[in-house]
T-cell receptor, first 110, second 117 residues
């Protein structure tokens, strides 16, 4: 399984944008890039996913590098409720499972 | 859509006892996954079903663990002869099949926390 590398932790101020980076230099052509987040005492929650093009949804944006070896999850205006562990995951196109890494713990300061 | 439901939320058991957890997926989701999560770590894949068929099982899953999904709806995860190292949060997730794509999002429950004393 291809691996991802994320910073252990990041801090942000409330109502400011947050850019969460992820490196995946061994990504293969059929791997999708998925992001999930996990709030304290809850199961992980789907955020967004993409293959090659940048993606936007109501929660966040996903910017994918042209060579696909890195990506960035963008929260446009962080709120206190966005404080969570964010996981960047490569999901092969031919398998159902997700392989989680350590993730990035995001702290949001008021 | 009531979400993925797991029962019980907490379970305390003595070493050597058997435990069984139940997961009710979102209605009509045909894929169901089990994960285990220990403190400070990301969720660890255990196994997954498509309908009633168990399609993949982690090598980390010892013979003491067994999962079933007999009618393609709810699933059970049983741990026999529990050990202290089995203490963890056990998470269930489900997803729907979108044509031949495996990229439909996983919807997770809030887990069953197992403590083995």
């Amino acid at each position: 399984d291809a691996k991802t590398t994320q910073p252990n932790s990041m801090e942000s101020n409330e109502e400011e944008p947050v850019h969460l980076p992820c490196n995946h230099s061994t990504i293969s052509g059929t791997d999708y890039i998925h992001w999930y987040r996990q709030l304290p005492s809850q199961g992980p929650e789907y955020v967004i996913h993409g293959l090659t093009s940048n993606v936007n949804n109501r929660m966040a944006s996903l910017a994918i590098a042209e060579d696909r070896k890195s990506s960035t999850l963008i929260l446009h205006r962080a709120t206190l409720r966005d404080a969570a562990v964010y996981y960047c995951i490569l999901r092969p196109g031919n398998t159902g499972k997700l392989i989680f890494g350590q993730g990035t713990t995001l702290q949001v300061k008021p | 859509d009531t979400g993925v439901s797991q029962d019980p939320r907490h379970k305390i058991t003595k070493r050597g006892q058997n435990v069984t957890f139940r997961c009710d997926p979102i209605s009509e989701h045909n894929r169901l996954y089990w994960y285990r999560q220990t403190l400070g770590q990301g969720p660890e894949f255990l196994t997954y079903f498509q309908n009633e068929a168990q399609l993949e099982k982690s090598r980390l899953l010892s013979d003491r663990f067994s999962a079933e999904r007999p009618k393609g709806s709810f699933s059970t995860l049983e741990i026999q002869r529990t050990e202290q190292g089995d203490s963890a949060m056990y998470l269930c997730a489900s997803s729907t099949r979108m044509q031949s794509s495996y990229n439909s999002p996983l919807h997770f429950g809030n887990g069953t926390r197992l403590t083995v004393t």
